[in-house]
């Protein structure tokens, strides 16, 4: 088979048209993104033909700006390539052939055909010019996506090129070889202790432990009698047994979590017991810059190893979330991470206002202002500005800095104060952002209506910073009660 062929037939799918993974705001529901482009071009979209020609432009924009960020990634390849005269196996892998001119030119016919579905994208947008700045905003992450991807095309060429010194330059012999292999291993046993940590960790951030910290439940017998005609004694065991159960859980977290972390220190001293009989080895033979590449190659090969356990854990977390999401059992299960307390027989609140409630005091929401109009935006800066502009004009004017009122800096304070407030309103936020603000927003608002219509008060707890919640009614009582006990103290 002729070089032509090859190339042809390696190309195949180069040819093909990329599909790439559409941006949230073009994949959601159509009105919240018309609401956003309301806002920011202050004009409102409401005709059909207008949605259809944003829809499509705003598709090929995507499209294009994709197309942009993959032809800046595969012209470093070929740059490096060329320099280096040197590919990493995953492009000899990818053209199909361990030939270098051939790799070579597989990377140039990507470039090529990228550059005609650049050109058709052009053409498409031809007819119209408007742009809007919610694509830049929406897709940075492809920058940061393609610096990933170059920096590993360069650490694994620089990888390639290590190899070759040791094996250029040094004939090690088998105990050598031996003592680097069981380097490698020991790291890679400790890769995976930290991997098994890594997923412990991320299931209790998502609150969907292993089965066997649930079965806890099982050894703490449920209630089965509670006062008849007293709700708050009933109020205070069950809230009892919930603390119960929640500190066991939380020690037996620790303990598997000490485990982990022992394990990684022995491996940690197996390894420096093992380099330093190496360094012994070759310090002999004085070949300190062999010791340093092989150093170098294992410190590198296990950088790699932690980043792509690290990659695969984004996609564990999403899979433990879709795994709690249909589980039956989560809702009942009594978790180890922290609540408010609620001194009531029931819980008024659905699982996701529980979960914002969980949030505590502490919680930083979104940037509400973000989705409010823009009439009240602009009251909130006149509000703020004058708020804070007045305080700090106060305190400087009074003793002891004794700055007179009409001193050329407070205006220039006023000025940049202005223009702060304006930027921190006016900013847009990324599609996501925004719905996570709305989303915030109509919960709080749902969490309100509950408290009004029950009658509940809700209060910062003076032991771990967290909600109380609990019966307006009873509150006072026992406020009344207090204040009773404080005066015959």
Known sequence: MDNNSIINRNNNDTNKHINYRQPMYLTRSSSILYQILNKTLDYSIKKKDEKQFINVRLQLLDQQYCLEMDRQLWRSYLDIGLQQHLWPDQFYTMAKTNDFDLCKQYVMNSIENNKKQLNHCQFELTKQEQQFQTLDRERKYLSKRNNDKLIKFKDDISEKQRLTTISTTSHMNNQENEYINRLITIREKQGEIWKEQLMLEIRIHCKFLPQNFDHLENFVSSIGYLPLNNNQKAIEIKNKRFKIIQEAKRHWLNYFLNIYEIKIQEYEQQYQNEFIKLESLLSNNNDKTMLN???????????????????????????????????????????????????????????????????????????????????????????????????????????????????????????????????????????????????????????????????????????????YIGSAVEFEKKLKKFSLIQMHS
């Not at 952002?433 to 509940?456: K, P, T, V």
Request: proline fraction near 5%.
């Open 293 to 467: 590449n092989i150093k170098e190659h294992i410190n590198n090969r296990i950088n790699r190893l932690k980043k792509d356990i690290y990659d695969k854990m984004t996609s564990f977390r999403r899979i433990i979330l879709q795994n709690r999401q249909r589980s039956s059992s989560t809702k009942n299960v009594i978790g180890v991470s922290p609540e408010p307390y609620l001194n009531l027989i029931s819980n008024p609140f659905d699982k996701r206002q529980w979960n914002y409630l969980s949030f505590g005091p502490s919680y930083i929401r979104g940037n509400q202002s973000a989705i409010r109009p823009k009439c009240q935006q602009e009251t909130e800066i006149k509000n703020q500005h004058k708020d804070i502009y007045s305080k700090v004009e106060n305190h400087l004017t009074g003793y002891p800095h004794l700055i007179p009122r009409n001193n050329a800096i407070f205006k220039q304070y006023s000025d940049h104060l202005l223009d702060y407030l304006n930027q921190s309103y006016f900013t847009p936020l990324s599609y996501k952002d925004q719905l996570i603000s709305r989303e915030q927003a109509q919960i709080l608002g749902s969490i309100r209506r509950i408290i009004q219509n029950m009658n509940l008060i809700i209060r910062v707890t003076d032991k771990g910073n967290n909600f």
